[in-house]
């Protein structure tokens, strides 16, 4: 699991970039708060709803979309349910689920649907070309473009970024759930944000929304990231009102 260190060259983007924003970073310049009452959390709450709003159905991202997006230089998510999400990918793996007998385990699975499995009569559990599918997912929601780069021997299908506010909102979400909106409790958060933070964390894209913080705000940041990694996922799924499945996921990214 790759950890979340400061590297110098890392300091010098964060400043570099921070210098350029200054003016619009001046409310978070300290560095959010810790948690909050019933109002606080009702307030969070309806300010999510109008980010959610803000967006049309067409640019709505799924959460393996969003890890897409904040790498742009899979891992997925079991469900308990087996209706159909609509996304093509987790309808894929959940026809996988189903149809399997006896049930696998939530570590096994995402070993089977990653093909990080050596078990060559289980290959056909994995999901191909997962990036490009995404990829290809928020081409038409109008995020990404598709375009051709010639590479002296070969031509190489390429994915730009188009649609920058989109990319921004989705920094600026996961920079304030751990610095402005900032719980200190996990069970308190957005389900699907504490997701999102686990598995970008995990698909090693988690920095790339940090990079652009003052140096105060990234140690702080990285810091909150860290109490989440920290936590006993066997610990955490007893606990009332929680959901298991999410805390299954994390134990098999943080084993």
């Given at each position: 699991m790759t950890s979340l260190t400061q590297r110098s060259s890392g300091l010098v983007q964060r400043r570099t970039e921070a210098s350029r924003s200054a003016a619009d970073k001046e409310r978070a310049a300290g560095g959010g708060g810790g948690g909050g009452g019933d109002d606080a959390e009702?307030?969070?709450?309806?300010?999510?709803d109008d980010d959610d709003k803000g967006d049309s159905k067409e640019t709505r991202l799924t959460l393996m979309e969003e890890v897409l997006?904040?790498?742009?230089?899979?891992?997925?998510?079991?469900?308990?349910?087996?209706?159909?999400?609509?996304?093509?990918l987790l309808d894929e793996a959940l026809k996988h689920v189903k149809e399997t007998q006896p049930p696998e385990t939530v570590q096994n699975w995402i070993e089977l649907l990653s093909g990080e499995t050596w078990n060559p009569l289980k290959?056909?559990?994995?999901?191909?070309?997962?990036?490009?599918?995404?990829?290809?997912?928020?081409?038409?929601?109008?995020?990404?473009?598709?375009?051709?780069?010639?590479?002296l021997?070969?031509?190489?299908?390429?994915?730009?970024?188009?649609?920058?506010?989109?990319?921004?909102?989705?920094?600026?979400?996961v920079q304030e759930a751990v610095l402005d909106k900032w719980v200190n409790d996990p069970h308190r958060m957005d389900k699907r944000l504490l997701a999102l933070i686990?598995?970008?964390?995990?698909?090693?894209?988690?920095?790339?929304?940090?990079a652009p913080l003052l140096d105060?705000?990234?140690d702080l940041a990285t810091k909150r990231v860290r109490q989440l990694?920290?936590?006993?996922?066997?610990?955490?799924?007893?606990?009332?009102?929680?959901?298991?499945?999410?805390?299954?996921?994390?134990a098999a990214f943080t084993k």
């Open positions: 009702q307030s969070r709450r309806d300010e999510q997006l904040l790498g742009l230089k899979d891992r997925e998510v079991i469900c308990k349910s087996d209706a159909p999400t609509g996304d093509v290959l056909h559990y994995q999901l191909r070309n997962v990036r490009e599918r995404l990829a290809k997912n928020l081409v038409e929601k109008g995020v990404l473009t598709t375009e051709k780069q010639n590479f021997l070969f031509d190489m299908t390429t994915h730009p970024l188009t649609n920058n506010n989109i990319k921004q909102r989705l920094i600026k979400k686990y598995l970008a964390h995990a698909s090693d894209v988690l920095e790339n929304a940090f105060e705000q990234y990694l920290d936590l006993d996922p066997e610990v955490e799924c007893m606990k009332a009102n929680t959901n298991e499945v999410l805390w299954a996921v994390v």
